[in-house]
């Protein structure tokens, strides 16, 4: 029993890790009033460039790669995730119309530049050094939950925890996340007390590229282990799932997200599980999206987002 | 005289549009060492090579307009639609069902009920979406996405376990359901262009006369201008935002069909939503949503996109299209600010004039 709790516990973790990643980022866009559909496609940006750099360095960053890798795929997920920040805040494009763009030009120039790297190959090489499985010092040794929760698990989720944690402390307790918030809810009352309204919603939108960069990453690290055209499909819009599900709340989004990271694992590992193998896996692949769909309508219904999420804000003269 | 400049300007974002798309692809391929003029070139020749080639352009361009014309619809009454993928699949499932269910039905009967099912299946599944909006106030765009990857997992469970036993794709239908004409076969050099073509551009008027011409129309658009004083002036926001999924669903339906029983003719195991849905869209936007816009930017898909198959010839790989493709739709999504730059250009050239927008 306690061997089957490990095994659920920890590959629902491996899945959850890039869904909680992404969809905080997602919420520190809408937070500020940006929507992000193009999670999507800067996770496939981040995934990329992870592979790239993992490749290409790991014969000299060794077992640091993958964790270096995470931070190179954030920081090109940063420069991508610029385009929607232009788009949107400047040039005041459709928030929808520029995060489609966002996933249409994604899997179009990462397979591009795959070709060029790859010699034409439509995908990458496999990857050396990977996240493996990570026991914590002396947790581990709890009996029981030692045994399902810290032994032979995934690192990369315990730092999303953790990031998730940070990012609640930031949007509710620091005078940052509070403008940010402002920004998303009135930005003309933000911008008439002082606050850089366009510079808050920039940092709300490359906040989201970092993070969904680094979400990308640990899809290839972790699960996929190469990059191809289909490394990355669908993982960006169940984070936005999980960042509405959440409420745009970083706690509830990080539980959302692993809820819907075991429910995915579940539709990949659930042959093996007794009672889940008598289950259609399809069940399991559509339940976060059926889930996500009743949340909006039983319990969110109107506007719970922030308030003046998905509108171009322009600064009047 | 200010009508006509007008028209000139509504046109030039568009033509702006496509003309940096297409400079930004060849940058990107000067950048990699290619010759953009080769790369071209070849996109030419595989979109007019031969009459094949040109079958297919028009193969790949039915679908889009019908999504395409969903997409206006939709966005006619304030809604975006983005879940004509999923829509489409659902008609494209029902189709390829009730094809394989009733394969001796006279064609004249089978093919009629197919596209039937298909349109009805589809706005089935926009409906919901509506539905939710009207009711609840529930974002259409959330929820058009979840619903994308509801079907799409559905879909694939039907080919696997229901359709199929264990199979990655159905059987092919028969003859009777399919889409497929002689005439074009012959005359587009054996190419998969079927009768699809004819549905789409029957659509297209449809659509004209009843977004323009009709009641349902003016209450459709009057909602998506204003909601509270369409209902200030009598008329139901509710009915309006679901009729106007429905009809949208219905067409995303169609394309659908036209791609289960005219292209493929069979269901198979999807990776990813449909493109057609994503490409509809931006065929909408492009088209700035009127039906002759509509018609041209699927010729221009289809030339690109069937044109781009051709590009790996010289070397160059064909993603370079997607890239272009969607840099297109970045410059109509910021058309405000194209509009701007031609404003500060005119104004520079000649005495400054207010009150034109």
Redesign the interface.
């Known amino acids: 029993m306690v061997e089957v709790l490990s095994i659920i516990v920890s590959s629902a973790l491996v899945y959850s890790a890039p869904l909680i990643f992404t969809a905080l980022g997602g919420t520190f866009s809408e937070r500020s009033g940006v929507?992000n559909?193009g999670l999507e496609g800067i996770m496939t940006v981040g995934a990329f460039s992870a592979t790239v750099f993992n490749l290409f360095t790991a014969s000299t960053f060794g077992s640091w790669t993958p964790w270096l890798s995470l931070l190179f795929g954030g920081l090109i997920g940063v420069v991508f995730s610029l385009?929607h920040a232009v788009?949107t805040v400047n040039?005041?494009?459709?928030h929808?119309?520029?995060g489609?763009?966002v996933?249409?030009?994604a899997?179009?120039?990462t397979?591009?530049l795959t070709?060029?790297i790859f010699d034409?190959h439509g995908q990458s090489d496999l990857i050396k050094e990977r996240f493996g499985k990570f026991s914590f010092p002396f947790l581990k040794d709890i009996p029981i939950i030692g045994e399902i929760f810290f032994k032979d698990t995934s690192a990369p989720a315990y730092v999303a925890i953790l990031v998730a944690v940070i990012a609640y402390f930031i949007i509710f307790k620091t005078k940052f996340g509070l403008r940010l918030r402002s920004v998303g809810e009135n930005p003309q009352a933000a911008d008439t007390l002082g606050i850089n309204v366009y510079g808050m919603k920039y940092a709300g939108v490359l906040i989201s590229g970092l993070l969904g960069g680094i979400g990308g990453a640990v899809v290839v690290q972790s699960i996929s282990g190469q990059f191809s055209v289909?490394t990355i499909?669908?993982q960006g819009?169940?984070s936005?799932?999980a960042m509405?599900f959440g409420k745009w709340n970083p706690i509830y989004v990080m539980g959302a997200a692993i809820f819907f990271g075991l429910s995915q694992s579940l539709a990949v590992i659930g042959n093996t599980i007794p009672l889940i193998n008598q289950l259609?896996?399809?069940w399991l692949?559509?339940a976060p999206?059926?889930l996500?769909?009743l949340v909006?309508?039983l319990f969110?219904?109107?506007?719970q987002g922030p308030k003046a999420n998905g509108q171009v804000y322009v600064k009047s003269k | 005289m200010s009508k006509r400049s007008t028209f000139i300007k509504s046109l030039a974002v568009p033509v702006i549009s496509v003309l940096a798309g297409l400079l930004l692809g060849a940058m990107i391929m000067l950048a990699f060492g290619y010759d953009p003029v080769e790369g071209y070139n070849a996109m030419l020749i595989g979109a007019f090579g031969r009459s094949y080639n040109v079958g297919e352009v028009f193969r790949l361009a039915t679908p889009l307009i019908l999504t395409g014309l969903g997409f206006s619809v939709a966005s006619r009454a304030g809604l975006f639609n983005i879940g004509l993928s999923g829509q489409a699949l659902c008609g494209w499932i029902a189709s390829i069902w009730l094809a394989m269910t009733f394969p001796d039905v006279p064609k004249i009967l089978l093919v009629p009920m197919c596209i039937i099912a298909g349109a009805v299946a589809g706005a089935f599944w926009a409906g919901i979406a509506g539905f939710l909006r009207a009711q609840f106030g529930t974002s259409e765009v959330i929820v058009t996405i979840m619903m994308n990857y509801i079907i799409l997992y559905i879909s694939n469970y039907l080919v696997r376990s229901v359709l199929t036993k264990n199979a990655d794709a159905t059987t092919q239908i028969s003859a009777n359901a399919s889409l497929r004409a002689n005439f074009l076969y012959e005359l587009s050099g054996h190419s998969r262009l079927n009768m699809g073509i004819f549905l789409a551009l029957a659509m297209l008027v449809v659509v004209w006369v009843l977004m323009k011409r009709t009641t349902t129309g003016f209450e459709i658009r009057s909602v998506g201008i204003n909601p509270f004083a369409s209902e200030y002036a009598g008329m139901s926001a509710k009915k309006n935002i679901v009729l106007a999924m429905l009809i949208s669903g219905a067409l995303a339906g169609m394309a659908g069909v036209v791609e289960g029983l005219g292209t493929f003719q069979n269901l198979y195991i999807l990776n990813s939503s449909l493109e057609i849905g994503f490409d509809g869209m931006a065929v909408s936007l492009l088209g700035g949503g009127n039906p002759i816009g509509i018609l041209l930017s699927a010729v221009l898909f289809g030339i690109l996109k069937i044109g781009g198959l051709k590009m790996p010839s010289v070397g160059i790989p064909k993603e370079i299209v997607e890239i272009v493709i969607a840099a297109i739709i970045f410059f109509i999504g910021i058309s405000y600010a194209i509009r701007f730059l031609l404003d500060k250009i005119a104004v520079s050239k000649k005495a400054p004039k207010k009150g034109e927008v």
């Open positions: 929507v559909v385009i788009a040039l005041r494009a459709d929808i119309v520029s489609t763009v996933n249409l030009m899997p179009g120039l397979i591009f070709k060029m034409g289909s499909a669908g819009f169940i936005m799932a509405i259609e896996p399809v692949q559509v999206y059926v996500t769909l909006l309508v969110i219904g109107r506007s």
